[in-house]
């Protein structure tokens, strides 16, 4: 006997206009600020009266913005590389190994989730000052590898889940050393994870700005505080179009690793085939 459909008439029209309806509060800004920067004015108003590309001009040939733009890929390619290191080295031990203070060890590791950004960036601050040591690079990288690691560590985690440990014995079994099962087993069937966690810590470093406000300078200022320092000064639409820029690059990356890894899984958004 087939089961007759019991969900109301007005939630299944409500529903899908109210999820239309959110969506559309979350693009609006989106759309606002990419009209914006097509404005040919001085002055960020909308809708602009006359288009034009001279804010995506300046926003590429502004020179803080070039500097910022290579402090952030610095910062990013280093401590995304580090944070991956560490993160997938954490990840295999809090997944393989028992000892005492784990649930600890996992706190603490995830806690740059809860406690707010520039609270670790002003904690850092005052550290370098009372010790007397140099606020360069090293600083920046340390911090935002900080920020950065429980992305890698949950995107590790979510992929060992999925890891079938037989295909280590098996290996184990036939005389394969534990380093070369780490390299020829282990590591080629996490690489969408450890992809995954990378590409979401790059992101994270690259757009991070709270933090970096407290420990960079002006040698080593990234582009979101460049950013900053720009918007106190001048109010054209040159950050509007920088901000479609960043979007758009954004999002087709994404696209493109969602397309060819499957983020969704390795997230564990979506259950494995």
């Known amino acids: 006997m087939k089961k007759r459909n019991t969900v109301p008439m007005w939630m299944r029209v409500g529903a899908p206009l109210l999820i239309v309806l959110i969506l559309a509060f979350i693009l609006l800004p989106v759309v606002v600020v990419t009209l914006a920067s097509f404005n040919d004015k001085a002055l960020l108003t909308f809708p602009p009266q006359n288009w034009s590309l001279r804010w995506f001009e300046r926003a590429f040939t502004y020179p803080d913005f070039r500097d910022g733009f290579r402090a952030s890929m610095v910062v990013t390619l280093w401590a ?3 944070a991956l290191v560490i993160g997938t080295a954490l990840a295999i031990a809090v997944k393989r190994l028992e000892f005492p203070g784990k649930n600890a060890l996992q706190a603490v590791l995830l806690s740059p989730l809860v406690i707010p950004h520039f609270t670790l960036g002003l904690g850092l601050l005052i550290l370098v000052a009372q010790l007397n040591l140099d606020r360069g690079y090293g600083l920046v990288i340390l911090c935002h590898v900080m920020l ?3 992305f890698v560590l949950r995107s590790v985690y979510v992929s060992m889940e999925n890891l079938d440990a037989r295909l280590e014995q098996s290996a184990a079994s036939l005389g394969a050393s534990p380093v ?3 390299f020829t087993i282990t590591v080629p069937l996490l690489a969408p994870g ?3 966690g990378w590409l979401f810590a790059a992101i994270m470093s690259f757009s991070e700005f709270t933090a970096s406000l407290f420990v960079t300078t002006q040698s080593t ?3 979101p505080v460049s950013m900053y320092n720009y918007v106190r000064e001048f109010a054209d639409p040159t950050l509007a179009a920088l901000s479609v820029v960043y979007i758009f ?3 087709a990356v994404l696209a493109v690793a ?3 890894l499957g983020l969704g ?3 564990n958004i979506e259950e494995p085939r």
């Open 265 to 267: 899984k390795v997230l």
């Open 221 to 223: 200022q990234t582009l």
């Open 180 to 182: 070369r099962v780490l």
């Open 194 to 196: 450890l992809f995954g």
């Open 249 to 251: 690059v954004t999002a």
């Open 148 to 150: 950065v690691l429980p």
């Open 80 to 82: 995304s590389l580090l």
């Open 258 to 260: 969602n397309g060819f």
